[in-house]
């Protein structure tokens, strides 16, 4: 008989796509942690969680249906529920169908175990991060987001296929928002200790247009198929195993980002208390400070956009107080 797990993951929403991507992955990898599949649609949780442990007999985790009462004691809640992008839509769109739905789903998890780990990836998962932060009570630090994650991955991948290095070893991130703001930190970006665009490689490589192949995929994967949830659901499985088995390992996720004073993907340490450590990309003090006061003309170009982005996020966030 397979030992009780010592800790527990919900994943609410995991009757769709990414929850049951999410639920899947954190049982094929092994996560240390019994998976409870909670959903407002019962039936669909009850349904992926029995086709989700008929696959665990061959794989080392366990999953259930799970109550929003048994997710509120959980260690890490991770959150997929929601309305998706449709073909062509922007994830802002989705502010307003979402807003409410986390909100309810925050009244139905208290009591909050004081010591739980929020993990937001529902769209738009910046200012619902910050909204699930809000509403849910926990400190900041235990409230992240998916973000840039996910981009940061198919970076990694089309980096890997140009420079014939593994992706784990390229140092490079997408950051800002995790929508049409995001930016690529090419200044920031190593490779074997050395900056990225010196490696002989990237020499004559059109960065701009490895940046919007990046931006196109999601709008590529739905039209295609209607959503995304394989990658995502991964990325997902792997912070909560940041989370729960206190790696420390950083990621380009959601996190309160105090010199900018918003939530946004921004590269953290991610451990058991949450965010352990938030790290600054390069920006100097004058153009954090610039970054501040949005009037200012920026000539970088990512700065800029991070800028744009930090406006985005920041006005969204003030009218969802
Ligand atoms: N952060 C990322 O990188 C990323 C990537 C892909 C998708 N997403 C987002 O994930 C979310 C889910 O996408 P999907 O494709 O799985 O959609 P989906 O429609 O397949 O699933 C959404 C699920 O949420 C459930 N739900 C709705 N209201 C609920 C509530 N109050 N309580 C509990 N469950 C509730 C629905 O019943 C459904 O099962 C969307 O917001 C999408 O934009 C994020």
Known sequence: MAAIPRHRVSV?????????????????????????????????AQGQALDISDASFMMPGTCRKGSFQEAGQSDVIIITAGARQQPNEPRSNLIDRNYKIIKSIMDSLQPIKPTAKILMVSNPVDVLTHIAQKTSGLPRRQVI???????????????????????????????????????????????????????????????????????????????????????????????AEALLNNTSQVFPVVNYVESFGCYMSWPAAIGSDGVEQSFDVKLDDVETKKLQSFDVKLDDVETKKLQVAIHAIKEVCDKYE
């Open 145 to 239: 987001g998916s973000g840039t994650y996910l981009d940061t991955g198919r970076l990694r991948n089309a980096l890997s296929d140009i420079t014939g290095v593994s992706p784990t070893s390229i140092h490079a991130y997408m950051l800002g928002e995790h929508g049409d703001n995001q930016f690529t930190g090419w200044s920031s970006a190593r490779i074997g200790g050395r900056p990225l665009l010196e490696h002989p490689k990237m020499q004559n490589i059109d960065l701009d247009g490895i940046y919007k192949n990046i931006q196109r995929k999601a709008y590529e994967i739905i039209d295609a198929k209607g959503s995304t949830y394989f990658g995502i659901g991964i990325c997902a499985a792997t912070l």
């Open 12 to 44: 609410i929403g995991g009757g769709g796509n990414v929850g049951a991507a999410t639920a899947f992955a954190l049982v094929a990898k092994g996560v240390p942690a019994e998976v409870l599949v909670v959903d407002v649609v019962e039936k669909m």
